[in-house]
């Protein structure tokens, strides 16, 4: 009622929330409760580890800086407060293995032995194929040179 007291009349708002005006206006003009005021106090706290961390801390670490300078608090008040106020820390990216190699399998053999220059055309082609994590998924990249040109090789599109 507070937010929308400049648009719509106090009584009409009071009878559609099935409040009174005069509860309303106690209400409204109440100290902010002890919680409240120590909850501020609390994420001022938050707030200048959190900046100080240059965003990376979460819950965890926040809660135990906090202990370490001798404020008392419980992870989930810190919890509730940095949700409250839109702070999160950073996140590690997540790994995704792409390759589950089984416990029996061996490496391809050397063809080449390593030895990557062709003598003719046609004779050697190398290729490599890679995984690149993206946000609508895999994006799959592979390169085939041909050994005597160097030159990439482009196949079909399909």
């Not at 902010?32 to 819950?59: F, M, N």
Request: with cysteine; proline share 5%; hydrophobic share 40%.
């Amino acid at each position: 009622m507070k937010a929308n007291q400049a648009r719509y009349p106090l009584s009409t708002m009071a009878r559609l929330l099935k409040v009174s005006r005069s509860g309303f206006h106690v209400w409204n003009g109440r100290c902010p409760s002890p919680r409240v005021v120590r909850d501020k106090l609390l994420l001022v706290q938050i707030r200048d580890i959190h900046s100080r961390s240059y965003g990376t801390y979460g819950v965890p670490r926040i809660h135990a800086a906090l202990l370490r300078q001798g404020i008392r608090v419980g992870r989930k008040r810190v919890a509730r407060l940095m949700r409250e106020a839109g702070l999160r820390g950073a996140c590690r990216p997540h790994f995704i293995c792409t390759t589950r190699r089984a416990a029996w399998a061996r490496p391809a053999a050397d063809l080449v032995q390593r030895h990557f220059r062709a003598e003719a055309p046609n004779q050697l082609w190398v290729a490599d194929a890679t995984y690149i994590p993206t946000a609508a998924g895999f994006f799959y990249l592979t390169v085939v040179l041909r050994g005597r040109q160097r030159d990439l090789h482009r196949g079909n599109d399909d």
